[in-house]
């Protein structure tokens, strides 16, 4: 079992900056890819970032250049630092973890909201 607690999460500017957390604990020598995804009511969970064990890491278009995934490679915490901020970034974001047989864990999620 990998449990995920996320934080950082809150009430940022449209252009402003936040630095999300991810801290996993459990069987961590199982997760074989981490990354985070994000989920608005009334629609269904998408991917914002996720970075295998080999190094690919696979990033949404809408968040290309200004979010960043970083690890060091432990896999006992994730990072995403997001940038330039919009509010169509408002969401849920959600850490995910998946083990060798692609079952995934999540986190209880973090609010992100961005609004003037």
């Known amino acids: 079992q990998v449990h995920l607690v996320e934080s950082g999460g809150g009430l940022v500017q449209p252009g402003g900056s936040l630095r999300l957390s991810c801290t996993a604990s459990?069987?961590?020598?199982?997760?074989?890819?981490m990354g985070w995804y994000r989920q608005v009511p009334g629609r269904e969970r998408e991917l914002v970032v996720l970075m295998s064990r080999g190094g690919s890491t696979n990033y949404a278009d809408s968040v290309k250049g200004r979010f960043t995934f970083s690890t060091d490679y432990t896999w006992n915490a994730v990072y995403l630092q997001m940038n330039n901020l919009k509010p169509e970034d408002t969401a849920i974001y959600y850490c995910?973890?998946?083990?060798?047989?692609?079952?995934?864990?999540w986190g209880q999620g973090t609010q992100v909201t961005v609004s003037s």
């Open positions: 995910n973890a998946h083990n060798y047989k692609n079952y995934e864990y």
């Open positions: 459990g069987s961590i020598d199982s997760i074989y890819a």
